[in-house]
């Protein structure tokens, strides 16, 4: 015979269990999760399941996503200039076809309108040269990005606030003056009707309205070349 066993939850006020039965309560609960287990039956009660839908934050639209990427460089359509380019980059081949362009320009050697650039690293803060094309427009010359924003040598200008140096048999120190996009475009068509290897990074052709330019200003940056301060 097994006797009656009471069972007891402190300041629970449960009635003792005196039925003979040797399980457990569930007034063996610990207090807190008694009180869960009545406020879930009261909320069950209250909120029946199929509500649960009803009750649930609504669901937010996916935001669309912002395509940020550029289109691709339109000198990979040449088989030659895509083994010297890649994604608006140089490749190791591009790279060193830039150097004996750039030997050939700071020797001073024609063309008279490309340059040697030289740049200070915005990491390194070594010298860094990039031969360019100076395009000029009403007497004014002016540097244009072929390959873009994310051109190396542009992010060095930024970094030294424009200050930089050209040479061409000598070796100036110059002031580079950012142009705004709405400015840019009489700059760019003139860049792409002198500059043979560089227009073929520009999606126009030679003699394209300005209009054309205009809509594809933002994404060729401009410099005006000033002396230097």
Same mark, same amino acid.
């Not at 006020?13 to 039925?19: C, E, I, L, N």
């Not at 912002?66 to 359509?77: G, I, K, L, S, Y």
């Not at 340059?115 to 010359?141: F, Y």
């Given at each position: 015979?097994?006797?009656?066993?009471?069972?007891?939850?402190?300041?629970?006020?449960?009635?003792?269990?005196? +039925?003979?039965? =040797?399980?457990?309560?569930?007034?063996?609960?610990?207090?807190?999760? $008694?009180?869960?287990? !009545?406020?879930?039956?009261?909320?069950?009660?209250?909120?029946?399941?199929?509500?649960?839908?009803?009750?649930?934050?609504? /669901?937010?639209?996916?935001?669309?996503?912002?395509?940020?990427?550029?289109?691709? +460089?339109?000198?990979?359509?040449?088989?030659?200039?895509?083994?010297?380019?890649? +994604?608006? $980059?140089?490749? *190791?081949?591009?790279?060193? !076809?830039?150097?004996?362009?750039?030997?050939?320009?700071?020797?001073?050697?024609?063309?008279?309108? !490309?340059?040697?650039?030289?740049?200070?690293?915005?990491?390194?803060? $070594?010298?860094?040269?990039?031969?360019?094309?100076?395009?000029?427009?009403? =007497?004014?010359?002016?540097?244009?990005?072929?390959?873009?924003?994310?051109?190396?040598? !542009?992010?060095?200008? /930024?970094?030294?606030?424009g200050l930089a140096f050209l040479r061409?048999?000598?070796?100036? *120190?110059?002031?580079?003056?950012?142009?705004?996009?709405?400015?840019?475009?009489?700059?760019? @068509? /003139?860049?792409? @009707?002198?500059?043979?290897?560089?227009?073929?990074?520009?999606?126009?052709?030679?003699?394209?309205?300005?209009?054309?330019?205009?809509?594809?200003a933002h994404d060729y940056p401009v410099?005006?070349? +000033?002396?230097?301060?």
């Amino acid at each position: 015979m097994i006797a009656n066993r009471t069972e007891t939850c402190a300041g629970s006020g449960a009635v003792p269990r005196t +039925d003979g039965h =040797n399980s457990r309560s569930a007034c063996t609960m610990p207090a807190i999760s $008694r009180r869960n287990c !009545v406020r879930d039956e009261h909320e069950a009660a209250v909120y029946p399941r199929n509500t649960a839908s009803i009750l649930a934050a609504p /669901e937010l639209p996916a935001r669309a996503s912002m395509n940020t990427t550029r289109n691709a +460089d339109p000198a990979e359509r040449n088989a030659l200039l895509k083994l010297c380019y890649r +994604d608006w $980059r140089p490749t *190791r081949l591009g790279r060193n !076809v830039n150097r004996i362009q750039g030997w050939w320009a700071a020797a001073g050697l024609p063309p008279s309108f !490309v340059v040697l650039l030289e740049t200070r690293g915005r990491t390194s803060g $070594r010298r860094r040269t990039n031969p360019v094309v100076i395009a000029t427009v009403a =007497n004014t010359r002016y540097l244009v990005s072929m390959l873009g924003p994310d051109s190396d040598w !542009v992010k060095n200008v /930024e970094a030294a606030h424009g200050l930089a140096f050209l040479r061409h048999g000598l070796r100036r *120190r110059v002031q580079l003056v950012a142009v705004p996009p709405e400015e840019r475009a009489p700059i760019l @068509r /003139e860049y792409v @009707r002198i500059a043979p290897s560089g227009r073929q990074h520009f999606p126009l052709p030679v003699g394209a309205p300005l209009a054309d330019f205009a809509a594809i200003a933002h994404d060729y940056p401009v410099y005006r070349i +000033d002396p230097a301060r």
